[in-house]
């Protein structure tokens, strides 16, 4: 929809913001009605909007085809699938079980098949992705940097809501609402990048937003089991400030390397990207917090505290909470005090590894994408006719 790079860079920071948004609204929301209703209701509030997606997106949404899209690949989705569901699997159950042949096997059974399943991509007639956008240093290392930014972010999504509901004590509603700060930091990141863009190149833009989400973390390992709260909200404020030009600019860059008759498949390996960043993330940090807090917490549970209480209670810190519910105030108290204090070694752990992880993403970018330019000009020149043979009314 919009060819020229001003307007795609705008158009894209103005989507992530409403992204952002959305993330301030959803927590809020679904706060009010955990504590009014069910746990099920928080899955009514998709109900109305895709109902209005459904009516007003054939009307208002134009639409653009590859003239020569192929058929649907139905064997390499079953692939990709399968792949991220065996490794993402093997993961979990080595945090939960420490090591076995099962999660080992799953995951090189996982490493297997994804190997099949870009064998497939370059021999197939028409490919599920097109491993020809991968060829553009630009569009790999974006697209390398994206994943690993939602890796560290869906990483810190996880233990940030379990540390204010299950650390701290709030409410759902309350925990919502302290997650504002988050929400508004991206706002203001992606509304500033297409600003700073016209002034600087978009490699040190970025590279700048990653030294900042790197302190961020930093600062986000100093959040404790008593008093951290303002901690986590001045880091998560500065972490989604500093990588909201990433992720504004990567899909700017993929968009921009591709020709318009390739946007969607473009677009299509850019939250592809996004998703299998979240996905590793919640599996791979996930797994770090909670095997931490597995250590720290085998020898930590108070004596008294009954085997099948004791045993809920190393598993994770919500069988913890549990657990204590059911137990006297001379047990429940020292048992739950026991269990934060390990679950934040598991939560402290995470946070340095993501600020080593965004700090090397400041470097990558930094020496990898100054051609990211050359790559969108590259898709640009090609814009001409297939812009005007590949658009159609929706």
């Given at each position: 929809?919009?060819?020229?790079?001003?307007?795609?860079?705008?158009?894209?920071?103005?989507?992530?913001?409403?992204?952002?948004?959305?993330?301030?609204?959803?927590?809020?929301?679904?706060?009010?009605?955990?504590?009014?209703?069910?746990?099920?209701?928080?899955?009514?509030?998709?109900?109305?909007?895709?109902?209005?997606?459904?009516?007003?997106?054939?009307?208002?949404?134009?639409?653009?085809?590859?003239?020569?899209?192929?058929?649907?690949?139905?064997?390499?989705?079953?692939?990709?699938?399968?792949?991220?569901?065996?490794?993402?699997?093997?993961?979990?159950?080595?945090?939960?079980?420490?090591?076995?042949?099962?999660?080992?096997?799953?995951?090189?059974?996982?490493?297997?098949?994804?190997?099949?399943?870009?064998?497939?991509?370059?021999?197939?007639?028409?490919?599920?992705?097109?491993?020809?956008?991968?060829?553009?240093?630009?569009?790999?290392?974006?697209?390398?940097?994206?994943?690993?930014?939602?890796?560290?972010?869906?990483?810190?999504?996880?233990?940030?809501?379990?540390?204010?509901?299950?650390?701290?004590?709030?409410?759902?509603?309350?925990?919502?609402?302290?997650?504002?700060?988050?929400?508004?930091?991206?706002?203001?990141?992606?509304?500033?990048?297409?600003?700073?863009?016209?002034?600087?190149?978009?490699?040190?833009?970025?590279?700048?937003?990653?030294?900042?989400?790197?302190?961020?973390?930093?600062?986000?390992?100093?959040?404790?089991?008593?008093?951290?709260?303002?901690?986590?909200?001045?880091?998560?404020?500065?972490?989604?400030?500093?990588?909201?030009?990433?992720?504004?600019?990567?899909?700017?860059?993929?968009?921009?390397?591709?020709?318009?008759?390739?946007?969607?498949?473009?677009?299509?390996?850019?939250?592809?990207?996004?998703?299998?960043?979240?996905?590793?993330?919640?599996?791979?940090?996930?797994?770090?917090?909670?095997?931490?807090?597995?250590?720290?917490?085998?020898?930590?549970?108070?004596?008294?505290?009954?085997?099948?209480?004791?045993?809920?209670?190393?598993?994770?810190?919500?069988?913890?909470?549990?657990?204590?519910?059911?137990?006297?105030?001379?047990?429940?108290?020292?048992?739950?005090?026991?269990?934060?204090?390990?679950?934040?070694?598991?939560?402290?752990?995470?946070?340095?590894?993501?600020?080593?992880?965004?700090?090397?993403?400041?470097?990558?970018?930094?020496?990898?994408?100054?051609?990211?330019?050359?790559g969108e000009k590259s898709g640009e020149s090609r814009a001409g006719e297939g812009h005007?043979?590949?658009?159609?009314?929706?």
């Amino acid at each position: 929809m919009f060819p020229d790079p001003r307007q795609r860079s705008t158009a894209i920071g103005i989507w992530i913001t409403a992204f952002s948004a959305g993330g301030a609204i959803g927590p809020m929301l679904g706060g009010v009605l955990l504590e009014q209703f069910w746990w099920g209701s928080v899955f009514l509030l998709a109900v109305p909007v895709m109902a209005m997606l459904l009516f007003v997106g054939p009307r208002f949404l134009p639409e653009f085809r590859d003239p020569d899209a192929g058929r649907l690949d139905l064997v390499s989705a079953g692939l990709s699938l399968s792949s991220v569901l065996l490794a993402i699997y093997g993961l979990k159950k080595l945090a939960e079980d420490g090591w076995a042949w099962i999660p080992a096997l799953a995951i090189a059974a996982g490493v297997a098949v994804g190997f099949l399943f870009v064998r497939r991509q370059r021999r197939h007639a028409d490919p599920l992705i097109d491993l020809d956008l991968f060829r553009s240093p630009a569009v790999s290392g974006a697209l390398v940097t994206y994943t690993l930014s939602l890796v560290v972010l869906f990483g810190a999504w996880v233990f940030i809501a379990q540390y204010l509901q299950l650390v701290l004590g709030l409410t759902p509603l309350q925990a919502g609402l302290w997650t504002l700060p988050w929400s508004l930091g991206f706002v203001v990141g992606s509304l500033c990048t297409p600003a700073l863009v016209r002034r600087y190149p978009r490699h040190i833009v970025m590279a700048v937003g990653m030294v900042l989400a790197a302190a961020g973390f930093v600062v986000l390992t100093r959040a404790n089991a008593s008093s951290g709260l303002y901690a986590m909200v001045a880091a998560s404020f500065l972490f989604s400030v500093g990588m909201a030009p990433a992720i504004t600019l990567v899909t700017d860059i993929v968009l921009g390397a591709a020709p318009p008759e390739r946007a969607g498949a473009a677009s299509a390996i850019s939250e592809t990207s996004a998703e299998l960043g979240g996905a590793l993330g919640i599996a791979i940090l996930g797994s770090v917090g909670i095997a931490a807090y597995r250590g720290a917490m085998a020898l930590a549970v108070p004596s008294g505290v009954p085997p099948d209480s004791a045993e809920a209670a190393r598993s994770t810190l919500g069988g913890a909470v549990a657990a204590a519910s059911n137990l006297p105030g001379a047990l429940a108290a020292p048992l739950l005090s026991a269990a934060r204090e390990s679950f934040m070694v598991g939560f402290q752990r995470a946070a340095w590894i993501s600020a080593i992880v965004s700090a090397g993403l400041a470097v990558f970018v930094w020496r990898l994408l100054p051609d990211a330019k050359a790559g969108e000009k590259s898709g640009e020149s090609r814009a001409g006719e297939g812009h005007r043979t590949a658009s159609s009314g929706a």
